[in-house]
């Protein structure tokens, strides 16, 4: 197993080399206020029989795992997918992947809503076909919690002789984000781990040690510092490697990145919320500063993505209207994928739910006019959303949960840009492969201000009363009942009657 660990903690932030400690195989850091990212990478012989099984069904596999509770970003972790599990995936030709789903609900636990990939999973569709990084099939779920998984590491994984591993393993419980790939090309199984602060005083005290026989492991402790060309990200500090140097190695590096956050001239947050009342036709609105029209080059569009259940979907029909659209401050639908049947309840739809990729449109398309003329107050776009007729509770109101979708400028990189060699270069977040290779996202931060809980809105469902429809049984029997009976009826007079004329018919023969 190799492992990388690296803290990024803020420019201003008083930092001194003192803070880190390099004594044999174990590297003391102490009071860091930095966000911090463990990488560990598995190969074949590390991972659990039944893990390496299904692998070896997928071409490639990349699980997206996001927190619903509000934390805040720092270059170069600032890209964003939709809170909950996020997974992609891609199956070897020619070979089933019916060991997915039942190894993903032994995982993160037995509700997902997966069965095969064939019926649960959507198609994902690629704008661009040379953006080879981009996996074939989509599935959502709105996992809160990743305390399964910790049990499976710790069952699996872990030795129990290794308390340091088990302890390793509950660091997730607190985590931002967590990411798995895994591809047929590398062999191997990375896992990353993202804490935008050290849980509870928000200060690492941390000793990190080179355990056993396995690999060195390398730490880095960087700051962001200007960088020196325009789409790229320069950050300084000190390496090491536990168990090879001798003291922290001060460091300067550069690298372009597809993932920036929204300078502040361009807007850097926005609010998720649902118009009153809701009902059964709900509209997101997605708020936003004035200054967020201002796009941060000409080749800059503001997009947002929506990672919808399956008890939610968009009308695409409805937004194919281009004057509907202008109306509600959008420009066009990108991309729509998933279940978008519009008659079917929510205990029929097999799929997962539905993804929809929607380009927002600000007051002005106008680059050059809109930094001239910059508009106060701030400005919204309104989504238009339909619900599914949910299975009966007593009550007469379900809730139901919604994600916050992700928004961001997509704006045309400069050419020759080589974002692969990113070292926290992050992919496969379902939106990215709508895009061209060379495309760099600017992103907008949740308003953490404007929660109070989580980035997940609810919803109260209406639905059929159980506590209000026990007349209903009774009467649609007695209703049944009293049809045939009348039928019955009906059919008595219909056979007497013509008994009765043949009788009078016969009579007048006689005579």
């Not at 931002?176 to 199984?189: A, G, K």
């Not at 379900?398 to 992919?427: H, I, L, Q, Y």
Request: glycine share 6%.
């Amino acid at each position: 197993m190799r492992e990388r660990v690296t803290f990024i903690h803020e420019a201003e932030d008083a930092f001194s080399p003192d803070q880190l400690q390099l004594q044999n195989d174990t590297l003391h850091i102490k009071s860091l206020k930095a966000a911090r990212e463990d990488r560990l990478t598995f190969s074949p012989h590390e991972l659990p029989q039944e893990l390496w099984k299904t692998l070896k069904q997928c071409h490639e596999l990349h699980i997206r795992w996001v927190s619903s509770n509000p934390y805040t970003s720092i270059l170069p972790f600032v890209s964003r997918a939709s809170p909950g599990l996020n997974i992609f995936f891609t199956p070897r030709q020619n070979r089933s992947a019916d060991q997915l789903c039942p190894l993903l609900q032994k995982i993160f636990g037995l509700h997902l809503k997966c069965s095969t990939p064939e019926d649960t999973f959507t198609g994902l569709p690629m704008v661009s076909e040379r953006f080879a990084s981009s996996a074939a099939f989509q599935f959502h779920h709105l996992l809160p919690s990743l305390a399964d998984l910790i049990s499976y590491i710790q069952q699996k994984i872990c030795s129990p002789s290794d308390p340091p591993c088990h302890a390793k393993a509950a660091t997730i419980r607190s985590a931002d984000y967590l990411d798995i790939d895994y591809d047929t090309i590398s062999q191997s199984l990375i896992l990353n781990v993202f804490h935008h602060a050290s849980p509870g005083r928000g200060i690492w005290d941390e000793s990190l040690q080179k355990v056993g026989g396995s690999a060195n492991v390398e730490v880095g402790v960087l700051a962001n510092e200007k960088p020196t060309e325009p789409g790229q990200l320069s950050v300084g500090g000190f390496l090491t490697v536990i168990g090879e140097d001798t003291k922290p190695s001060p460091t300067l590096f550069s690298f372009p990145s597809r993932h920036h956050l929204s300078p502040s001239s361009c807007g850097t947050t926005y609010l998720a919320t649902f118009t009153k009342p809701t009902a059964l036709h709900p509209t997101l609105r997605l708020t936003f500063p004035s200054q967020s029209m201002i796009p941060p080059s000409s080749t800059c569009a503001l997009h947002t993505y929506l990672t919808l259940p399956s008890h939610l979907f968009p009308d695409k029909y409805q937004l194919s209207d281009p004057l509907f659209l202008a109306s509600k401050n959008l420009r066009s639908v990108r991309s729509v994928a998933g279940e978008t049947d519009l008659e079917a309840p929510d205990w029929v739809v097999k799929k997962w739910g539905s993804a929809m990729l929607v380009e927002l449109a600000p007051q002005s398309s106008d680059y050059q006019s809109v930094k001239r003329h910059r508009p106060q107050g701030s400005w919204h776009a309104d989504i238009p959303l339909h619900l599914r007729y949910l299975r009966p509770s007593a009550g007469g109101t379900t809730e139901v949960e919604v994600p916050w979708p992700v928004v961001f400028w997509a704006c045309t990189a400069e050419e020759g840009s080589k974002m692969s060699v990113n070292p926290f270069d992050r992919v496969n977040l379902g939106y990215d492969g709508l895009f061209g290779p060379k495309t760099m996202f600017y992103h907008l931060e949740p308003d953490v201000a404007g929660v109070t809980g989580r980035f997940v809105e609810r919803l109260a469902v209406p639905v059929l009363d159980l506590d209000q429809t026990g007349w209903v049984q009774e009467g649609t029997v007695a209703a049944v009942v009293m049809g045939a009976l009348w039928v019955c009826w009906k059919l008595w007079g219909v056979v007497k009657g013509r008994r009765g004329g043949l009788g009078a018919r016969k009579g007048q023969k006689v005579q």
